[in-house]
């Protein structure tokens, strides 16, 4: 009987073995296998969805000038012109920006319109939402927006 007994332990050892061999190679595995998931989750698209060629500009559209109100009975004249990619298969429609023009011009006061710097921040302001206000299915119809005049009364 001490020969089995014998015989018993050395095959728990060797099992136990066996089942740390498995745990190893499984972790390995799983080590792999989530490497490699994460290199193609972050890395194998790296921008190839996400970039978009730059918007090619075309012609430049006028709007008519418009008068807006501004605080304390005093009045901004101002006229733009977007600057048109190639994706805007047809004439742009300005009646939109005008109405965004409008919007943000509306009841400011002269002071926050009288440097230029003041007045870049708010031409900046006012093109981010008029390109926004022309792109469709990622497409951008307008890429820049121009004072043509702007006069304050």
Do not use: C, W
Not at 48 to 75: F, K, Q
């Amino acid at each position: 009987m001490a020969k089995d007994e014998k015989d018993d332990k050395e095959e728990k050892k060797g099992g136990g073995k066996k089942k740390l061999l498995i745990i190893i190679v499984a972790a390995v595995v799983v080590l792999i296998g989530g490497g490699v998931g994460a290199y193609f989750a972050f890395f194998s698209h790296s921008g190839e969805e996400e970039a978009h060629p730059e918007p090619t500009p075309s012609a430049v559209v006028v709007a008519d000038a418009i008068t807006v109100n501004l605080a304390d009975g005093h009045y901004l004249k101002i006229a733009i012109a977007l600057q048109t990619t190639t994706n805007a298969a047809e004439a742009v429609d300005t009646s939109k920006a005008l109405d965004i023009v409008i919007s943000q011009f509306s009841n400011l006061e002269v002071a926050e319109l009288s440097t230029n710097k003041q007045r870049e921040a708010e031409k900046a302001e006012l093109t981010e939402k008029v390109v926004k206000a022309y792109t469709e299915e990622k497409l951008e119809y307008v890429m820049a927006v121009y004072f043509t005049e702007f006069v304050i009364q």
